[in-house]
């Protein structure tokens, strides 16, 4: 007799609502392929936010080895106690340079980065604002702090404003993402710059899809708008484009060091694994070194968003590489992933509570080693698919 009948329940009500989700396991072909579940059949990988092909390039993963040799695997301690190593340091030191921040600090993910910051910033009295398709990791963190928190519309400022202009709180921190994670558009930053002037307040930006990907030398939207120096605090995971783990945060030192002496997630956790640190800042510099890279991205991520709008596809406000096709119901989500499946491609099916209901989509996930005749096909795949 088990204790979990309200596991099971909640399972099968999953089930039955089509939004149980399922792990897959993934072995990396060539290139943008994988084949899943030890299964011998190759796809198309659609799915990963390896955008740069960085996570299986020779140069990160001989860091990464060689790291391993030097430093060994594990940090073995936190960083405050014996688990900072040169790996880390020499990171921190390259990410702070190249977001043209005063320091930065490496945390053991985009999730916990979040988390660190929302949690030891804003106090008791104070107001977060997030944009409302803003990472679990942000919500999460929001609900969580001392201080209150409410969402605005990035097509709506005017609320953000309104919010703004209330005076019972003591600070405001403005938090969004640069590029949405699951709709591929962007945040009206130079706007959201200005509101932060106006009113004092402390303007966060998650780079997670666009560092790497974006601006002239890779450090993102904010660096392509010429916003960098505007941007309180940027955050950026290094699980997509540098094709590694982890996260960096970049600030002025000051906020670097709070931070290190009062953010949890930071101080009671084992320091991440040098070799990643190593094999992230052979990632750091391909990116500096090859903008071939992200100008193939972006013109691949063109190509395909005008393929798919011009088979009426809806990819909602997409202008980056994160192209969503957005379908409504999660089983019809599911069916298209699964046909598409047959077909040789590799497309997840993203449902709600990830997304709002009604807007279950298949998100594409662009990178640079996509060819114009994967893209053909995939739109063709989707239009017979969706359009049948
Ligand atoms: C915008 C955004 N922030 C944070 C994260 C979390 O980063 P990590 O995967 O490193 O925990 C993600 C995705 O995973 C994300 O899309």
Known sequence: MTNFAFVYNQLKELEADKLLRKLCCMTPAQGAAVSRNSSSRRLVNFSSNDYLNLACDGRVVDAGCEAIRRWGFGASASRLICGTMEPHVALEREFA????????LLFTSGWTANEAILRALPRKGDLILMDK??????????????????????DDLSRLNRLL?????NRKFIVTES????????????????LKKAHDAILIVDEAHSAGCMGATGAGLAEELGLLADIDILVAPLGKAFGAAGAVVAAERAVVDYLVNTARPFIYTTAPP??????????LEIVRSEPQRRRQLSENASYLRRRLTGKSLNIGNSMSHIVPVIIGEPHSALT??????EKGFLLVAIRPPTVPPGTARLRISVQ???????FDALAEGLADVLQA
Request: glycine fraction near 2%; hydrophobic fraction near 45%; aromatic fraction near 8%.
């Open 97 to 104: 340079a190249f977001f043209r921040k005063e320091a930065a």
């Open 133 to 154: 398709a803003d990472h679990a990791s942000i919500i999460d963190a929001a609900a969580a702090s001392e201080a209150e928190f409410r969402t605005f519309r990035r």
């Open 165 to 169: 202009e209330k005076t019972k709180y």
């Open 179 to 194: 590029i949405f994670s699951m709709d591929g558009d962007s945040a009206d930053l130079a706007p959201l710059v200005n």
């Open 274 to 283: 040098p070799a990643n640190s190593a094999a992230a800042l052979a990632a």
């Open 336 to 341: 298209a992933a699964e046909r598409l499946c």
């Open 368 to 374: 640079a080693s996509h060819t114009r005749e994967q």
